[in-house]
């Protein structure tokens, strides 16, 4: 669908796609692929590509960074962000 909620189309073939946000800029869709890995795709499906392990993605209001949740094995929650352009890591939250 398109950035309006119309228009809609099936981008993957797969069901395990979870919490698709859109970027601010209407470029790319954040997703996270149970389970647990964040992935980026263009609208209409193309240039589908892994980014990190984690999930709940979250566009800053520039497009540039994702900011998602990692869970570590006791269910602690931590804040990470990643740069699109350069796929740095940074966490947030300690």
């Not at 119309?6 to 698709?20: C, K, S, V």
């Not at 149970?34 to 609208?43: D, F, T, V």
């Amino acid at each position: 669908m398109d950035t309006t909620g119309h228009a809609e189309q099936r981008l993957t073939a797969d069901m395990g796609y979870l919490d698709p946000t859109w970027s601010p800029d209407g470029q790319w869709i954040a997703c996270t692929l149970s389970p647990g890995y964040i992935w980026l795709m263009k609208p209409d499906g193309t240039e589908a590509h892994y980014l990190a392990n984690g999930q709940l993605p979250s566009w800053s209001p520039d497009s540039r960074r994702i900011v998602y949740n990692v869970f570590d094995w006791s269910g602690a929650g931590y804040l990470f962000a990643i740069d699109i352009a350069t796929l740095r890591i940074r966490q947030i939250t300690q």
